[in-house]
């Protein structure tokens, strides 16, 4: 059954790739502010991998004979003692994805509180140099004397 061992494959390299988006959310919670934007790219990419990968598995998953069965696993809806023998790899590999499912779910909320605070504490940032002396007269200095003379004129 070759679309059993093709799903296979896009099973493992799916696992591969939730793993490398678990990774990278994991750094994004200790990375210093300036490597955040890095992960999140990074992030993106995995999630368009993940996207094509999907679209690929959609292909076999429609040419596999028995694939009431097949789906029923892919969904997490038989038992490993209910499958015939050569659906138990794939069990197992659809195991190990909802178990990195399980703890993005935990991570991912905590990455997004970790964003929500760096935007703030630039944002705070942008305020206060905002509020300072050297803003102000670079306030005053644009209004006042770079613009070509004044309301009076060139005078």
Sequence with gaps: MSQI??????????????????????????????ELGDFVKERQKLVD??????????????????????????????????LPEELLEIYGEELQIRAIFSRLRECEPQAALRMRVEQKRVLEKIKSVNKGNSAKAARFFANAGGGGGTKFGNA
């Design 49 to 82: 991998r993940l996207k094509k990968l999907e679209e690929r598995a959609e292909l076999f998953w429609k040419e596999t004979p028995g694939r009431e069965c097949l789906t029923d696993v892919l969904q997490g809806e038989r038992e490993a003692s209910a």
């Design 5 to 34: 061992s093709e799903i296979l494959k896009v099973l493992q390299e799916k696992r591969q790739i939730l793993l490398q988006f678990e990774q990278a959310t994991e750094e994004m919670l200790q990375c210093p502010m300036e």
